[in-house]
């Protein structure tokens, strides 16, 4: 046994203290448990299993990925056991806690300086320029790109894992939420869900004032959900799978963020409080006893509070 095998698996938590008044129930996918510490470990083993799988990449070849620390670290971790080199480029602008885990896992990490976002906020712009670097160093160094944002294999991982992993655990669930990143976690649960039981609704969770698939327009890049919403449509977005949508501000995922930690026992990141806030949002909102699973995408120990 190695380390690839704690990845999948994790548990689904009812917050009881959270649902406590409201007109259903919200369960979450704690993927803040994996061994790399979020859910893109899901998406990481996929990927360099794919690439394995259809000849694209070798033993001892190097892999590079722009990366917001989150599928670095699930990377740095997977490629360590494979025996595969991992290059990570990240915007400076990421906290420097997700830098120190992805040096902790063996990766090297190349930082690139920041274009209109700031220390905490990190923007599409940001996302961009990073890009462009990692594809120099990959076709420089011969390297295996991950290229997260068009790999197909993200949406693999969470289509043939995560979907019935939920469904198995929740069998009643009337609606799946969560933020939009690569869009890898939404597209392939929503998918797979929807393939059993088109009556599951699957909602996307914007921060309000980037929230680029519901209003089709940006008003300022800036918030501090890192790893999601880049402000940008993610390529492999299909928006026949989102039934709806739901706006989270700063200030009100701030504080979910600290009730999670506080009231259910669970350190995790900004993302996180975001989807546990829409799910708030929209069950204050009903008066039937719904049924939500949405995702605790990281752990707390990623930022600086």
């Known amino acids: 046994m190695s380390a690839l095998n704690l990845i999948h698996h994790t548990p689904l938590i009812l917050l009881d203290k959270i649902s406590s008044g409201l007109s259903g129930k919200i369960y979450v996918k704690a993927e803040h448990l994996q061994p790399g510490g979020s859910v893109k470990d899901r998406a990481a083993l996929q990927i360099i299993q794919d690439a394995y799988e259809n000849g694209s990449l070798r033993k001892g070849q190097t892999v590079v990925e722009m990366t917001s620390g989150n599928m670095g670290a699930g990377l740095a971790l997977v490629c360590r056991q494979f025996g595969n080199p991992f290059v990570a480029v990240m915007s400076e602008g990421n906290s420097p806690e997700r830098l120190k885990i992805l040096q902790a896992f063996g990766a090297e990490v190349i930082l690139t300086e920041q274009i209109n976002g700031l220390p905490g906020m990190v923007t599409g712009e940001d996302i961009q ?5 990692a594809k120099k160093i990959a076709i420089k160094r011969q390297a295996f790109y991950v290229d997260q944002f068009n790999n197909p294999s993200g949406i693999k991982a969470h289509f043939t894992n995560t979907g019935p992993e939920i469904l198995r655990e929740l069998p009643d669930i009337d609606i799946f939420m969560a933020s ?5 976690a939404f597209v392939g649960i929503a998918k797979y869900l929807k393939s059993v039981n088109p009556g ?5 969770v914007e921060p309000e004032k980037a929230a680029i698939l519901k209003t089709g327009k940006v008003n300022d890049p800036k918030h501090i959900i890192q790893g999601t919403a880049y402000g940008i449509i993610p390529p492999h977005w299909d928006k026949n799978l989102a039934d709806d949508f739901i706006t989270v501000g700063d200030q009100e995922v701030m504080e979910m963020k600290s009730r999670l930690s506080f009231d259910e026992g669970l350190y995790v990141g900004y993302s996180s409080g975001a989807n ?3 799910a708030q949002k929209y069950l204050q909102k009903r008066a039937s006893d719904l049924k939500i699973a949405t995702i605790l995408c990281d752990s707390g120990y990623k930022y600086s509070d």
Do not use: D, N, R, W
């Open 180 to 184: 939009i990143g690569t869009g890898g």
């Open 276 to 278: 546990v806030l829409a």
């Open 129 to 133: 320029g990073a890009v462009e670097v």
């Open 200 to 204: 599951i609704k699957c909602i996307a």
